[in-house]
Nanobody, 126 residues
Framework: QLQLVESGGGLVQPGGSLRLSCATS????????TGWFRQAPGKEREAVAC????????NYADSVKGRFTISRDNAKNTVYLQMNSLQPEDTAVYYC???????????????????WGQGTQITVSS
């Protein structure tokens, strides 16, 4: 069973940057597609970005294309989300998820994953 722990959240001013990390344990990360998702108060969960098990293919929500980059280091069992040009509408709890069966495209399309982290808060405000 895969465990996931997010870190790197916090308060940032509009236009700023943050990098989230998702450290995994309990199983071999390279067997799993992974993704970052977010949920703002009163809103549905949104898929932000997903990445294939090898890291060779990615999907992004239109709202973050060109600003966010998902990556992974399977040797370190960690997935990253580099977030640039952050805006107030990016404020949410960010979760990482992993799935051994679903493709990364399916994870993003269905906003689904077998294993989830506890989430980390991102607040973009001046």
């Amino acid at each position: 069973q895969l465990q996931l722990v997010e870190s790197g959240g916090g308060l940032v001013q509009p236009g700023g940057s943050l990098r989230l990390s998702c450290a995994t344990s309990g199983s071999t990360l390279e067997d799993y597609a992974t993704g970052w998702f977010r949920q703002a108060p009163g809103k549905e969960r949104e898929a932000v970005a997903c990445i294939s098990s090898s890291g060779g293919s990615t999907n992004y929500a239109d709202s973050v294309k060109g600003r966010f980059t998902i990556s992974r280091d399977n040797a370190k069992n960690t997935v990253y989300l580099q977030m640039n040009s952050l805006q107030p509408e990016d404020t949410a709890v960010y979760y990482c998820a992993a799935d051994r069966i679903l493709t990364h495209q399916a994870m993003c399309a269905r906003r689904a994953g077998r294993y989830w982290g506890q989430g980390t808060q991102i607040t973009v405000s001046s």
